[in-house]
């Protein structure tokens, strides 16, 4: 009997897929079947070695979201190298830290630019393919904590997470009845790039480790199961949800 979050034959598009979060859940969709396009502007040799290690099948593509009028390109590109998308994952994503007061207007921007114009716009044309085709269709986003909860030094960052979280909802019940579900991921603290700044910072690293209830970071392995589960045939009555992967940090 096939598994209900068997991906095999369905396509998948991970942006941000070199490193981190983004190489996790694209180790993940391939590891379920899926033939993963592992989107990233960094090399994404390390992510393909390790699907091809896994038995998965993926192929890459060079991308810089910071692109103005891309998406389109993005989608394109990626249907001429695995077929029609089944599965888009927004994962792309920075952060600058600053007091608020002191908060620059390209530190602004550049946030809000990938974590959620470029989000958005990538949505929008993965999902007129979809819906020309006729096809059932998953988008993924990757919010955070901070589509929740406020934070601090990371205004971009909190505006872009917590419109994403806004934008997953509307476009869910915009396209709920065209055949595509969309949803997110909120991860907690998990190690990665994104984190190295408050990793090393013993005070703030010993602060957030001391309100986790799993007591440990999350690494990106810790994501991709929620990704898989969003993506498959097991999901398909979830629209809007923002699901926490979080060691519990929400419930404390
Ligand atoms: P990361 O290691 O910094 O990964 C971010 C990814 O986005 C990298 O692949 C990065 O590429 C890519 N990216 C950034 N700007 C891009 C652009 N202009 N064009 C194309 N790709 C671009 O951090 P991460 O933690 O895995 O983050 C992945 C997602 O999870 C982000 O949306 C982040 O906000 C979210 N998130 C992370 C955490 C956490 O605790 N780590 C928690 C909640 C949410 P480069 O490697 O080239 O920079």
Known sequence: MASPFDLTGRTALVTGANT?????IALALAQAGATVVAAGRSDLTETLALIAEAGGTARPLKVDLQEQGIAPRVIAQAEALAGPLDILVNN???IRRADALDFSESDWDEVINVNLKATFFLAQAFAKSAVAAGRGARIVNIASLLSFQGGIRVASYTASK?????????LACEWAQKGINVNAIAPGYIESNNTEALRADPDRNQAILARIPAGRWGKPSDIGGAAVFLAS???????????????????R
């Open 92 to 94: 792309a994503g920075i």
């Open 162 to 170: 917590s419109g994403l979280a806004g934008l997953t909802k509307l």
């Open 233 to 251: 045939d097991a999901a398909a009555y979830m629209h809007g949800a923002i699901i926490p992967v979080d060691g519990g940090w929400l419930a």
């Open 20 to 24: 981190g979060i983004g190489q996790g």
